[in-house]
């Protein structure tokens, strides 16, 4: 038996996640993304690939047994309604539940980004999207499911989170047919957060792990030193009387650095106010209180004490607060400054030296965000008619998507399966992690382009019946090596004791139609019923005694 | 076949174990009785099974074992190497108590090694990295587990150790490269899985695992220097931690380092240190200043800013006055520093206006006890120039310090009062000799504690001890600033004077019976001494110019009711006191007399009294008539003829000798309680305009005896009136007496209400000579107030008034 693994997307590549495993006939679709950077039909995994590989069927819906979705980003999530109601797959999808609730929002914003702004053509609509969710089975953390008489799933928490969008729900999936079990990570975090915890995973027998490899070479520096430096500016800033705008999107990061200015607030005792525009908090705070289960052990164990996302400092921004005097702390949307509420503060703030801008890690060409982090202009244009000339200081918040190349490796080595898929990364840096992989962990590796398949030969156990004979045998051979060894032990020492490798000999019997057994020499005599021949070999010197001889008559007669 | 495959073996497994082929040789004729060995190998056969709760059960059974045994003998080997095989197991019990284990092995190896003295340093960092390698597991005890044995482990690696703190592979070629060479490990234990356990440690998403390994940070620093100092950036960023507990343990990491002597900070800690000085939590605060006690900052730079955030800390929380210790010992620390602070402390002192230097200023508090922390550093052998003006405004201080410093302290600054009473004398600086007075040396946080709070205890008890050998250092001060009068400035005595005062009266407040008595005496002491000498001044200046004569009138009146209460308001003065007081009184009559240039009988009268009186004091020999007794007493026997007195005063002060006295007995204070029951501006006394009132005065007295005379002194606007009391109708003995009484005031006012202040007097006997005349059927003598005034509130019931 084997594992085919075909990647139909995010092979050498960022985007599109997309992989078919096939084990024990039992064919598994992890994630079903899209790209984001084409506008043509590579936006979609080559779907047609699945049926080509399958030859029994023609339909989605029969060869495939299952989808699992990881998580809601769109390179994970984009291509599902498109699947579902345009390829027209009807069988059972499974996600994690904040991965259900949050979907549909993500899709819904996605399509209209699609339909409405630049003008194209309709792939699905609106009602695609909540008919292909009303497919979804959530499914809950170590929660094991049955999907069919063989196959196995089970998701663990993967604490992923991007520096866009902080993800809840993010999931590693465990899946099982028979003897041969994976993991395919999806996007995953081993280094804990304020708000959301390390993936966390058993030790389970693998024969394969597929995992994302965004960051392959690199390696983070630690959480802390960025927190403190973001900590310092802030704090310098306001107390010399200036005002800090933290342009954020409305999920997950806005809460991960409240939760962290709010605590140094109350420790350091300060009363400067920190406000959140309008909106920011409703949306966002709604779906984390209600997935409490899915965030760090801290905000859990406070979370039956107070409620960890009502900031004892934070309050509601008004527009007309932007002119105030005084300092503060303003967080707004959205995150690159792109436009909306954070341009028209930072228009105000921007001509200040005293003021301070922090900076998402990450921010798009062509937004205002971008423009600040590469170099330090003094002149924005805004349009045509307006320019802002930025006087104010500017820190960047490094805080990093992805788990790096430590933890890829942390987790691997954990996992200790027998084959490693890298996909979700950048060719060179893949090439470079496997080496690492198959040094290192002594483990086979692969990093398979799109459309490739990899195929894996899996272990197989096989159950052996034993004859009662064969099994005395057995015992009372160690009884007698055992008491051997006992009186060498105490009278040595005791190290041998570990190496204590109990060695039976017997034969195995295995016929069609019958299970396999195993037995002991006499019985399979009987069995076969003819009697025990033995062979005997002596030993044979060759011998050249005339060669020997020749030789001292050649001696004599040259004399 | 059989026979011969089965007794061939178990000899090559013997000859050559794979594992610990290395270690096994020695070990082997160390072994002891048969006892553990039999246990031993059921357990580790147990461990090898097939049920996993079994395995756990087995290893635990192994751990109860080691700890039993011996360093000695081939067990601990045996158990460490089942752990071992176990380290990887499925179930997260069973690595759990296989990580368990080896942390107790590697105890054991240790100790042998201790024991033997031959190191085995391989085999310890073997030890580490396994254990490292279990450090990352996804299950939270066994990464505690993990920290937790690696906090035990001894000699290990540099290069070992810096790999733990660096998420980065550290490729070097020394020491560690061996081990892979050697394949003693298996393929997947290689030096890489040390890699960032402790960065990924301390960013642990369970507050659990952060401590530990906040602890083990801290625990392996004393291996390596380097390593050490790394350590301390992680630490740093600790501090920042959302969990209190892991910020406390991180402080208190620091401290067991700051201890031993490993914590180097740097100018990128500063920053983070000044922020826990003022966190919002006292505990942090209290933490962060005692590593701040301790630690060695390089520069100059960072010790200012370490003083500006105490001082800081000190002006947000002035009741924690342990930073004033923690400031001493920084100075001390760091000697030449000090010295410097003390320089520009110096120069701001003189450059003050007048004199003027608030003391009660934090920043200036905390500045003197650095400065005069210098002298007891190590840097002894350096010349630390501590300008004098320093010790002379630190003084005052004293109290302070000595309540917040142990009683070691208190010793070294004995050497204060030298210096500080004569600048200009060339006594070099007493520095605490030795190096005894280290209080923050070797020692644990527990150590610490336990110290302060014996030595809080020791101070309850031997309070009283300690107040005196402080005021008798005060005593000496003032006498020696008595000395410098001439060469000094008036503003600096004066300043001297004021700041003692200041200090008697920190400790007055915490103390009373005898030694508040004491002490609130010493307060009118110091007093008189100040007028004497600002009146001197006056006087002398008068020669040259006038000045208006008011302020000496004053002075004189003010001179006159300190000496007058020392006299008259305590009881149990010995006979060293008493003629001092009594000096003190001719003094005072004198100075009148220069004022005055002529003298009235009864001021020839009173002189003549109380030089009689002194004589008869010091007719026994007891003690000895001062040459300014003398002197006056002479030019007394000579003028008195003509019934004039010419005076020079100046030539009398030249002779005037201040000596205090250097035993005080039992002081008692006189004093007085008066009251009147349910009245206050809220509630008055009725009373009819131009009628006796009657108020009800509850007077409680203390320390008072029959022979003297108290008086109630009532007064209303212009009208006073007084009413003596008879001791006779009061219950209790000598020491308390009380009694309630009705006393009534005549002249009430015409109007609708009005405030009587009333206060309990003692007469001052002076002999027989009358300086009062009973004019209003008061008192004889001069009065000394025995209590504040007391206002009682009377309003008019007449309704006419009320209109």
Redesign the interface.
């Known amino acids: 038996m084997a594992i085919e693994c075909l990647v139909l997307g995010a092979g050498q590549e960022v985007g599109k996640s997309c992989v078919v495993v096939t084990i024990g006939g039992k064919r598994i679709m992890f994630d079903c993304g899209m790209h984001m950077g084409y506008h043509d039909c590579n936006r979609y995994p080559d779907f047609a690939r699945i049926l080509a590989a399958a030859p029994e069927t023609t339909d989605f819906t029969s060869a495939i047994s299952c989808v699992i979705i990881t998580h809601f980003h769109l390179d994970h999530i984009g291509a599902l309604p498109y699947f579902t109601e345009v390829c027209g797959y009807h069988g059972p999808i499974y996600m994690t539940y904040p991965t259900k609730a949050l979907a549909p929002l993500m899709l819904e914003d996605y399509r209209k980004v699609m339909v409405d702004q630049r003008g194209e053509e309709e792939q699905y609509s609106y009602e695609d999207i909540l008919r292909c969710m009303k497919k979804v089975i959530p499914v809950d953390l170590k929660q094991t499911i049955q999907v069919n008489r063989d196959l196995v799933i089970r998701a663990y928490y993967a604490g992923h989170y991007l520096s866009k969008l902080k993800v809840l729900g993010a999931a590693m999936v465990y899946a099982k047919v028979g003897d041969a079990a994976m993991v395919y990570t999806g996007d995953y975090n081993?280094?804990?957060d304020?708000h959301l915890?390390?993936a966390?995973?058993?030790?389970?027998?693998l024969d394969l792990l597929i995992t994302e490899s965004t960051y392959a070479k690199t390696?983070?520096?630690?959480?802390?030193?960025r927190?403190?430096e973001f900590?310092?500016a802030v704090h310098k800033c306001v107390s010399e009387g200036g005002k800090v705008l933290i342009p954020t999107f409305a999920l997950g990061r806005a809460q991960e650095l409240c939760?962290?200015l709010d605590?140094?607030w109350?420790?350091?005792?300060l009363k400067i106010p920190i406000y959140f525009s309008a909106g920011l908090t409703i949306q966002a705070n709604m779906y984390y209180k209600m997935l409490i289960g899915w965030t760090?052990?801290?905000i859990k164990d406070s979370y039956t004490v107070q409620n960890p996302f009502d900031f004892k400092h934070v309050c509601h921004f008004e527009r007309s607060f932007i002119n105030d005097p005084g300092p503060c702390v303003l967080f707004a949307t959205p995150g690159m400054i792109s436009g909306g509420f954070s341009l028209e503060v930072f228009k105000r703030w921007a001509t200040s030296d005293k003021n301070l801008v922090t900076l998402p890690g990450y921010c798009v060409a062509g937004t205002i965000g971008h423009k600040l982090m590469s170099g330090k202009p003094t002149r924005i244009d805004i349009d045509k008619d307006t320019h802002v000339d930025v006087r104010c200081q500017i820190h960047q918040l490094s805080f990093s998507p992805h788990t790096?190349s430590?933890g890829i490796?942390?987790l691997t080595?954990?996992l200790?399966p027998n084959h490693v898929i890298l996909v979700h990364g950048e060719k060179p840096q893949m090439a470079f992690l496997k080496d690492r992989i198959e040094s290192?962990?002594?483990m086979s590796c692969y990093y398979p382009a799109n459309n490739e398949t990899v195929s894996i030969p899996t272990t197989q156990n096989m159950k052996i019946s034993a004859t009662e004979k064969f099994i005395t045998n057995c015992a009372a051979?160690q009884a007698?090596?055992s008491l051997?060894?006992?009186d060498?032990?105490?009278s040595?020492?005791?190290?041998?004791?570990?190496?204590?490798?109990r060695?039976a000999?017997g034969i195995l019997l295995m016929e069609k139609s019958k299970a396999p057994k195993i037995l002991c020499e006499d019985e399979f005599l009987k069995l076969l019923g003819t009697d025990r021949h033995s062979v005997q070999f002596e030993p044979l010197l060759p011998s050249r005694i005339e060669e020997a001889e020749a030789a001292i008559v050649d001696d004599l007669t040259s004399e | 076949m059989?026979g011969s495959?089965?007794?061939s073996?178990?000899g090559p497994?013997?000859a050559k174990?794979?594992?610990?082929s290395g270690d096994?040789g020695p070990?082997?004729s160390r072994?002891s009785g048969?006892g553990p060995?039999v246990e031993?190998?059921a357990l580790?056969?147990m461990a090898?099974g097939l049920y996993p709760l079994a395995r756990a059960e087995a290893l635990r059974g192994l751990a109860a074992v080691v700890e039993k045994v011996g360093t000695s003998g081939?067990?601990v080997?045996?158990c460490y190497?089942?752990a071992v095989?176990l380290l990887?197991?499925?179930d997260?019990s069973i690595r759990l108590a296989a990580v368990r284990l080896i942390g107790l092995c590697a105890e054991k190896f240790a100790g042998r090694e201790e024991v033997s003295g031959i190191g085995n340093g391989d085999q310890m960092d073997l030890i580490f990295l396994q254990l490292s390698?279990t450090a990352?597991?996804?299950c939270m005890q066994v990464r505690i587990e993990a920290f937790n044995g690696l906090a035990k482990m001894q000699r290990v690696s540099e290069g070992v150790l810096l790999q733990s703190l660096s998420?980065?592979v550290i490729r070097t070629d020394t020491g560690s490269g061996s081990i892979c060479k050697a394949n003693k490990l298996p393929?997947?234990l290689?030096f890489?899985?040390a890699?960032?356990i402790f960065?990924?440690g301390?960013?642990?998403?369970?507050?659990q695992v952060r401590i530990a390994a906040c602890k083990t940070l801290g625990a392996l620093a004393k291996f390596s220097g380097q390593y050490a100092q790394k350590a301390l950036d992680?630490l740093?960023?600790?501090m920042?931690?959302?969990?209190e507990a892991v910020r406390l343990q991180t402080l208190q990491t620091l401290f067991n380092m700051a201890t031993y002597g490993y914590l180097s900070v740097q100018e990128k800690h500063m920053?983070?240190f000044l922020?826990t000085l003022?966190?919002?939590?006292a505990i942090?605060r209290n933490a962060a200043r005692k590593i701040l006690g301790l630690v060695n900052l390089p520069k100059l730079q960072m010790f200012r800013s370490a003083l500006d955030g105490l001082i800081t800390s000190l002006e947000k929380n002035p009741e924690e006055q342990d930073i004033y210790s923690i400031l001493f010992s920084i100075g001390k620390n760091h000697g030449s520093f000090s010295a410097n602070v003390a320089k520009h402390l110096a120069k701001e002192i003189s450059t003050a206006p007048n004199g003027e230097l608030i003391l009660d200023k934090h920043r200036i508090q905390a500045l003197l006890i650095v400065s005069i922390s210098a002298p007891v550093s190590a840097d002894k052998h350096k010349k630390l120039d501590i300008p004098s003006v320093i010790f002379s405004h630190a003084i005052p201080l004293l109290g302070r310090i000595s309540s917040a410093l142990g009683e070691d302290i208190i010793k070294d600054l004995s050497y204060l009062c030298h210096p500080s009473g004569m600048p200009f004398a060339e006594k070099g600086l007493m520095s605490g000799e030795g190096g005894r007075s280290e209080f923050w040396s070797v020692e644990t946080m527990r150590g610490t504690h336990a110290l302060i709070e014996k030595t809080r205890k020791e101070t309850n008890c031997s309070d009283e001890v300690l107040i005196m050998g402080s005021m008798r250092l005060m005593l000496e001060t003032v006498e020696e600033t008595w000395a410098m009068r001439e060469s000094c400035g008036i503003e600096e005595i004066r300043t001297i004077l004021r700041t003692c005062k200041e200090e008697v009266k920190v400790f007055a407040i915490k103390s009373s019976g005898s030694t508040g008595a004491f002490l609130s005496f010493l307060c009118d002491y110091l007093d008189a001494i100040r007028c004497i000498v600002e009146i001197r001044q006056l006087i002398q200046l008068e020669n040259s110019y006038a000045i208006g004569p008011t302020s000496l009138d004053i002075l004189l009146e003010k001179l006159d009711t300190y000496v007058r209460r020392m006299k008259c308001c305590y009881t149990g003065l010995n006979r060293e006191l008493e003629v001092q007081v009594l000096e003190l009184v001719l003094l005072a009559n004198l100075f009148r007399l220069s004022k005055f240039g002529v003298c009235s009988k009864l001021m020839l009268d009173k002189l003549h009294w109380i030089i009689n009186q002194l004589d008869g004091l010091c007719a026994d020999g007891s003690c000895e008539f001062s040459d300014f007794s003398n002197t006056v007493k002479q030019t007394f026997d000579a003028n008195v003829i003509d019934g004039t007195l010419v005076v020079d005063i100046c030539n009398f002060l030249k002779i005037f000798r201040l000596k205090p006295a250097k035993d005080f007995g039992m002081l008692n204070a006189a004093s007085a309680v008066l009251q009147v029951l349910g009245n206050n501006s809220e509630n008055p006394l009725p009373y009819i305009c131009g009628l006796p009132v009657g108020v009800s005065f509850d007077i409680s007295l203390s320390n008072i005896s029959g022979h003297d005379r108290i008086w109630i002194r009532m007064n209303s606007g212009q009208s006073i009136q007084h009413a003596f009391l008879e001791l006779s109708c009061f219950e209790g003995n000598d020491e308390v007496k009380s009694c309630s009484t009705v006393i009534p005031f005549y002249a009430t006012p015409l109007a609708c209400s009005f405030v009587l202040r009333v206060c309990l007097v003692i007469e001052c006997p002076s002999g027989s000579i009358c300086t009062h005349y009973e004019e209003h059927g008061g008192p004889r003598d001069s009065v000394v107030q025995l209590c504040d005034e007391l206002n009682v509130y009377l309003v008019s019931t007449d309704t006419e008034c009320k209109n």
Do not use: W
Not at chain 1, 219 to 225: F, G, L, N, Q
Not at chain 1, 492 to 501: C, F, Q, R
Not at chain 2, 202 to 207: K, T
């Open positions: 081993m280094t804990p304020r915890g390390a966390q995973i058993e030790r389970l027998k390696i983070r520096d630690s959480k802390h030193a927190e403190r900590l310092k939760i962290l605590d140094y109350e420790r350091m005792n760090s052990q801290k790096d430590k490796m942390d080595e954990f200790s290192e962990l002594g051979l007698r090596d051997q060894k006992s060498l032990i105490s040595i020492h005791l190290s041998g004791v570990n190496e204590d490798e060695l000999e | 059989d495959l089965a007794s073996d178990p497994s013997f174990p794979p594992g610990s096994s070990c082997a072994s048969p060995e031993v190998r580790v056969s090898g081939g067990a080997e045996c190497g089942c095989e990887r197991d499925e997260q390698s990352r597991d996804m998420k980065k393929p997947k290689i890489p899985c890699a960032g960065a990924h301390i960013e642990d998403e369970f507050y992680l740093m960023d600790m920042n931690d959302d969990t920053h983070m922020a003022i966190d919002a939590n942090v």
